[in-house]
């Protein structure tokens, strides 16, 4: 069963930074695609970030392009996000996803239970 877990949200003012971690402590990802969404009340879910399974090929948002940061050590079976400069706007639950890519664009099929990322102005 999968178990993705994220952790490192929280609350931070604007121009901060925090760093998104996730993993799932009883298999092992290394060979396929993540990524990060995220969700407000009432809306959809957002495309974040995604990178292949080696990290080498990444794709962003443009809402945060240049921002945030994409990543992965299959060593330790972890995906993480490095947001900095953070704005008001990116406020949302961040959700991480073992998925695929299809027609370049990135699609979740296991998701973990969402973190909260609070951006003060």
């Known amino acids: 069963q999968v178990n993705l877990v994220e952790s490192g949200g929280g609350l931070v003012q604007a121009g901060g930074s925090l760093r998104l971690s996730c993993t799932d402590p009883?298999?092992?990802?290394?060979?396929?695609?993540m990524g990060w969404f995220r969700q407000t009340p009432g809306n959809d879910r957002e495309f974040v970030a995604a990178c292949n399974w080696s990290g080498e090929n990444r794709y962003y948002a443009d809402s945060v392009k240049g921002r945030f940061t994409i990543s992965r050590d299959n060593a330790k079976n972890t995906l993480y996000l490095q947001m900095n400069t953070l704005k008001p706007e990116d406020t949302s639950i961040y959700y991480c996803?073992?998925?695929?890519?299809?027609?370049?664009?990135?699609?979740?099929?296991?998701w973990g239970q969402g973190t909260q990322v609070t951006v003060s102005s």
């Open positions: 009883g298999r092992n990802f290394s060979n396929y695609a």
């Open positions: 996803a073992v998925g695929n890519f299809y027609n370049g664009r990135f699609q979740g099929g296991y």
